[in-house]
């Protein structure tokens, strides 16, 4: 498999500092394991690597017993523990590890927010720098491959997506079966094992009906009634999925004014293949009668990486008003609201909302297509 240069990696040695933990998040299946086990081999002499599933690290690590954890990881000056939301009171484990070792480097990485951010929030507050992973982004691609490989693959994009291993398959049906893999054997994985989810099947319908969704208001209401299921668990559901890094929230943008919508949210999907595994369509883009989803979800996806990636603090939203004047994306950074529309067709025409900008007067306004997202998105 080519190696695909990720844009942590110039960011690790920021991050990884004695004295503090790094954790990282993403979705499973990202790369988070390869670039960490990268960065380990290169920079540290004397390393441990373990995993959560290890019986004998969970043992160790959830302990609390201060003797027991230094003996076993004395003489390391890196430290590399994978899966860690797998282990039981890992925080605590990991505070008595940095408090005793001032000059060890300590690493760990997991798959679910809601696991490992409440394990490790409380013991390891001031000791820890966080960092979100994604799919592989456009601007790594463009890095690894160049421009005009990303011009050509970009169809192929919108339709399987950017995880590493979709990009390194050989054809088409080798990256359905992947997605399809991911689909029905990781996706879910953190959630049922963690959460014990009674109706397992109610949270794919659910996932399915937001894949039909995307960039529109959801009704929680509507959900429950056509799930059977109590809108407190459809709520409770939907934040879980949040927390697994399976979709995005976003709500929309007000200052409160009669015509704006202000009590609503739309989702995304981490990744474009993940979201069409799971409505089962991998038609290509000529095909597909939802191609504006697809396009506006790559684009706000894609975007998020950028903010991430390049340290660019934005509060997101969308807008939209009731007589369904509307813009895809507001960005509130700098003191400057900053709004998109995103069209997959460049020849339709594309203006700023007339109510958006009497409104918003200093705002800015610019139409993402395919033949202008380059610098929106790299």
């Known amino acids: 498999m080519n190696w695909i240069n990720r844009n942590i990696e110039n960011l690790l040695d920021d991050y990884i500092v004695p004295g503090k933990v790094f954790l990282l998040y ?3 299946r990202v790369g988070k394991t390869a670039v960490l086990q990268k960065y380990v081999l290169e920079h540290f002499r004397n390393y441990f690597i373990g995993t959560g599933d290890d019986i004998q690290v969970r043992k160790i690590l959830s302990s609390e017993d201060l003797i027991q954890i230094t003996n076993s990881f004395q003489g390391y000056n890196g430290i590399f523990i994978d899966e860690a939301q797998r282990i039981p009171n890992i925080g605590w484990g990991l505070k008595l590890l940095v408090d005793h070792n ?21 013991p390891l507050t001031g000791r820890c720098n966080t960092f979100r992973m994604f799919p592989v982004s456009i601007s790594e691609l463009i890095k690894t491959h160049g421009n005009m490989h990303v011009t050509q693959n970009l169809n192929d994009y919108l339709i399987y997506g950017t995880y590493p291993e979709t ?3 050989l054809n088409y049906n080798s990256k359905k079966r992947y997605l399809i893999t991911l689909r029905n ?8 094992e963690l959460e014990n989810i009674k109706n397992p099947d109610k949270l794919h319908d659910l996932l399915q009906m937001l894949a039909f969704q995307i960039g529109q208001e959801v009704s929680i209401n509507e959900f429950s009634i056509s799930l059977g299921i109590a809108k407190q668990t459809v ?10 890094f399976i979709i995005i929230k976003v709500r929309a943008y007000s200052k409160n004014l009669r015509k704006e919508i202000s009590k609503s949210s739309r989702f995304y999907f981490y990744d474009n293949g993940v979201r069409n595994a799971i409505i089962n369509n991998f038609n290509p ?8 989803m697809l396009w506006e979800n790559f684009c706000f996806i894609e975007r998020i990486k950028k903010q991430n990636y390049q340290g660019i603090f934005s509060n997101n939203y969308f807008w939209r008003t009731y007589d369904r004047q509307e813009i895809d994306l507001v960005e509130d950074r700098d003191g400057v609201l900053h709004a998109y529309e995103f069209k997959w067709n460049s020849r339709k025409t594309c203006k700023v909302p007339k109510v958006f900008k009497e409104t918003y007067p200093n705002s800015e306004f610019q139409c993402i297509t395919p033949d202008n997202f380059w610098e929106f998105v790299v």
């Open 26 to 28: 993403g979705p499973r």
């Open 102 to 122: 001032p000059n060890l480097k300590i690493i760990a990485s997991g798959s679910s927010s809601f696991k490992l951010s409440n394990d490790t929030g409380e």
């Open 167 to 169: 990009l390194t398959a």
């Open 185 to 192: 054997s990781y996706l879910f994985k953190d959630i049922l």
């Open 235 to 244: 709520e409770h559901y939907i934040d879980l999925l949040e927390k697994s």
């Open 285 to 292: 883009v000529g095909q597909r009668m939802d191609i504006g």
